[in-house]
T-cell receptor, first 116, second 114 residues
């Protein structure tokens, strides 16, 4: 049981390049989400999903795309990277509220992205 | 989800109780109060949650006022390892297949000093 796995851990991109941050969980969780965290700030929700095939926007969705073709995976795509997207990205998953671990959000270890 | 207001920072001496306040004056009847913390460079960690009654677990206690407009997280004997950002979140508890997005505010930076 690996929990929430994010790759890559570190990435440097040039402005205008595209890339995908991968996120996978092995806990059969329905809810998955992506956050970004900038220095000295709290986490801001980018996109989230309440199940395979269902996604919705969070607070700061512009410049990012997501899809949820399976329960396990929730990749985050940067379409055309900009310096403003330099940040730490956290993927998270959560089971149903009524499940034994339903009150706990499981976070990945983070992906540090720099756009130059 | 209701918005929350927390002080930006607090200090606490090691071994003393740390009391972290949270204001959620617009909370509605079906919304729970959750607390998470984030230790430097790690993903946030669940601490405790409650609806209207006070709650206690191995990590902390949660005191919710009778009108539910504010709450206090209590770390009874703070240690240096409790230095972290603490987030208070208010959200609907759902037994169904869908639940609202989880929104983190700015949080409170708690510094525990020797």
């Amino acid at each position: 049981n690996a929990g929430v796995t994010q790759t890559p851990k570190f990435q440097v991109l040039k402005t205008g390049q595209s890339m995908t941050l991968q996120c996978a969980q092995d806990m059969n969780h329905e809810y998955m989400s992506w956050y970004r965290q900038d220095p000295g700030m709290g986490l801001r929700l980018i996109h989230y999903s309440v199940g395979a095939g269902i996604t919705d926007q969070g607070e700061v969705p512009n410049g990012y795309n997501v899809s949820r073709s399976t329960t396990e995976d929730f990749p985050l795509r940067l379409l055309s990277a900009a310096p403003s997207q330099t940040s730490v990205y956290f993927c998270a998953s959560k089971g149903r509220d009524t499940s034994p671990s339903g009150n706990t959000i499981y976070f990945g270890e983070g992906s540090w992205l720099t756009v130059v | 989800d209701a918005k929350t207001t927390q002080p930006p920072s607090m200090d606490c001496a090691e071994g003393r109780a740390a009391n972290l306040p949270c204001n959620h004056s617009t909370i509605s009847g079906n919304e729970y109060v959750y607390w998470y913390r984030q230790i430097h460079s790690q993903g946030p960690q669940y601490i405790i949650h409650g609806l209207k009654n006070n709650e206690t677990n191995e990590m902390a206690s949660l005191i919710i006022t009778e009108d539910r407009k504010s709450s206090t997280l209590i770390l009874p004997h703070a240690t240096l390892r409790d230095t972290a950002v603490y987030y208070c979140i208010v959200r609907v508890f759902s037994g169904g297949t869908s639940y609202g997005k989880l929104t983190f505010g700015q949080g409170t930076i708690l510094t525990v000093h020797p």
